[in-house]
């Protein structure tokens, strides 16, 4: 079975060559490091160690510690992952910024491995600020944190969960209902999900995960299935991970626990500010219910990209669009 997943995927790296050199197909290009120092910041979780970096402004005025701004990615994804863009311009503004990965995920501990599972994640956003509002090179009561896709449902949580440490919170084209989302993944492949997620399920504690692709070339089965899905997600995996058919995959229990889970519940508890980006055509996640939920936010603001879909802001004018607000929106919040 993972033989035959792989095959699209490797297929994919002919076109990954041949439009590397289009910039609007890759992330933005991230300037050298000569711009941040880079520490680690790896911190513990649920008796794992979960692997993260910090990135230092430059310049600090004197006597004074940066403002610190905490983000890690959605489904499936790495720290690497189109991320150190926004992290970038964050850190460019005077933030210091933690870019994490879950437990399961590239270096960080814990298994079994790439279990998508939003309610652990969440576990792992509360053990990252507990520990990182806590550093030495920081000023801990100046955090914030940014999450995207489905993080962007869990920092929502995360918010919620924390409300004296957590002082601004960014939610770009958020996960906000798994009865919406999943009423978006095609009928034609449920009962397929369903039987991978049943036997994976039934997989014995030390005995590897069943698992799905996270996409699909061609539109055949996978975890997510959209329009823009495919080269949207590949966009945002380096070459390098590319050919790794390892990184294609989740545990196929995604499947019977998504479905389950609303972040956007908890929108009205969080009392930081919170800024909510939404794509206008969101092949995922229906724009309607995220701009319920961010009426319901007591401090929310809202930005909606129009004509954009789910993988737009990572790319391109909707990156520089999403980027500039949010990075706006952290100094409004945490450089007073």
Known sequence: MNAHFARPWLSALALVAAT???????????????????????????????????WLPAQTPAGQKPPVILIAHGFGGLKDWGLPAFAERFVQAGFAVVRFDYRGFGKSGGQ??????????????????????????????RLGIWGTSYSGGQVLVAGAERPNVVKAVSAQ????????????????????????????????????????PVIDKDGGFAALICDECYEGYKKLVPAAAQQDPMQNRVAARVFLSLPFWFPGNRAKDVIAPTLIVAAENDGLIPVAKVRDVAKSLPKGEYLELKGADHFSPYTGPFFEQTVARQTTFFKQHLMR
Request: proline share 10%.
């Open 20 to 54: 590397a050199s289009a910039q609007s197909t890759v992330p933005p290009a991230v300037p050298p490091a000569a711009a941040h120092k880079v520490v680690d910041a790896s911190f513990p979780c649920q008796q794992v160690t979960c692997d993260a970096e910090m």
């Open 112 to 141: 079994p491995r790439r279990v998508v599972d939003g309610k652990a994640h969440v576990q792992d956003w509360l053990s990252a600020i507990d520990a990182i509002s806590k550093r030495p090179e920081v000023d801990g009561q």
């Open 173 to 212: 084209v958020p996960f906000v209902s798994g009865l919406s989302s999943g009423l978006r993944y095609p009928i034609k492949y449920q009962p397929m999900a369903t039987w991978y997620a049943l036997r994976d399920l039934m997989r014995g504690e030390d005995e590897e995960p069943v698992y799905v």
